[in-house]
């Protein structure tokens, strides 16, 4: 990566948000949090993301909602957002690519290849 890539984790849980800032920016990565989607819809236009990792599951909005706002956004439709959940029943996985999602990673996240599978989006994304 010659270019630093900002994620913005969109996580209502603080200790899920440490976690993931600690092990992302350890591979480089500049990191920006949102705990809400109030705070999300704020910060896109602040830090400008290349990728944005979605809770699925929030007190507010939910991650499906605020994806669908995030891609109606001007400027913001090509920006890759992975769903990030709990939500690993049959068909959750379609419903969060319904929603808009580029993609999704279960939790509990394996932090020893989550850095490989963002790049693989941000690659994917570069390559649209």
Do not use: W
């Not at 994620?7 to 200790?15: P, T």
């Not at 990191?31 to 896109?44: C, V």
């Not at 599951?57 to 920006?79: H, W």
């Amino acid at each position: 990566m010659t270019e630093k890539s900002i994620i913005l984790y969109v996580e209502d849980n603080h200790d899920n948000r440490n976690l993931i800032r600690r092990v992302l920016e350890a591979e480089g990565y500049i990191m920006a949090e949102a705990a809400n989607a109030e705070d999300a819809l704020r910060k896109i236009h602040s830090v400008r993301p290349n990728l944005i990792l979605m809770d699925i599951n929030m007190p507010d909005m939910d991650g499906y909602a605020l994806t669908a706002r995030i891609k109606a956004t001007p400027g913001f439709a090509n920006v890759p957002i992975v769903a990030v959940t709990a939500n690993v029943m049959r068909g959750d996985r379609e419903k969060s690519l319904e929603a808009g999602c580029d993609g999704y990673i279960q939790k509990p996240i394996d932090i020893d290849t989550l850095s490989q599978q963002i790049d693989r989006f941000l690659a994917r994304q570069s390559n649209d």
